[in-house]
């Protein structure tokens, strides 16, 4: 099933995320309809907190990233779930990169982030793993790990530059923006 993704404007996209346990109810199919929901919108990871559950759950499909003439071998067959993760090392030279945010539609913003990341998850099935990712597979970590901590990709560029935007955010918490995927917007 395909879920309304939260808009910037939303209070719970600024709230540091719950974990789960093994039995939480209907696990296998909100995976599944979060999978569904992030492939209808064109996105490569999503986070529960934007569809309005405040829990430490992520998918992860970076396979539309791939680029044949340049590749990042790994994006190719880069598909996860993370289970209550948490990121235990950020090592590297930043990098700045162009990012977009399926909770931002029509916003893109050069973001910094470091190269690499060590990370310790649970998978659909809570086996326990612990991993170290680098290039765009650690920055999709990074961008999707912001959700679950109540942080956005634009909290991440200078000050200046948010200001500048202010226009387009206050836009999109309106919901005045074309977006093909179907969005849920924070009413006061």
């Given at each position: ?5 939260y808009?910037y404007g ?11 346990t093994p ?7 909100l ?10 919108a064109e ?5 529960a907190?934007q569809?309005?559950?405040?829990i430490?759950l992520?998918?992860i499909?970076g ?8 590749p990042?071998?790994?994006?190719k067959t880069?598909?996860k779930?993370?289970?209550n993760p948490v990121?235990?090392?950020?090592t590297g030279n930043?990098w700045?990169?162009n990012e ?9 913003e050069t973001v ?5 990341v060590k ?27 912001d959700h679950i901590?109540?942080i ?5 560029i ?10 387009k955010?206050n836009a999109?918490?309106k919901?005045k ?11 006061k």
């Open positions: 099933m395909i879920l309304p993704i808009q939303w209070p719970l996209l600024r709230k540091k995320s719950e974990n789960i039995d939480y109810p209907d696990l296998q199919q995976i599944a309809n979060m999978y569904e929901t992030m492939y209808q996105g490569c990871g999503l986070a907190p569809i309005g559950l405040n430490r992520i998918v499909d396979s539309p990233l791939y680029d044949e003439e340049q990042d071998a790994i994006l880069f598909m779930v993370l289970i990121i235990t090392e950020r930043e700045a990169n977009g945010c399926l909770s931002f539609p029509t916003l893109r910094k982030r470091p190269e690499k990370i310790e998850y649970f998978d659909e099935n809570f086996q326990l793993h612990s991993e170290e990712y680098e290039g765009m597979a650690a920055r999709i970590i990074q961008h999707e790990y901590e109540g956005f990709f634009i909290d991440r200078s000050p200046l530059r948010r200001k500048l935007i202010t226009t955010l999109i918490a919901g923006v074309e977006c093909k995927y179907n969005i849920k917007v924070y009413k």
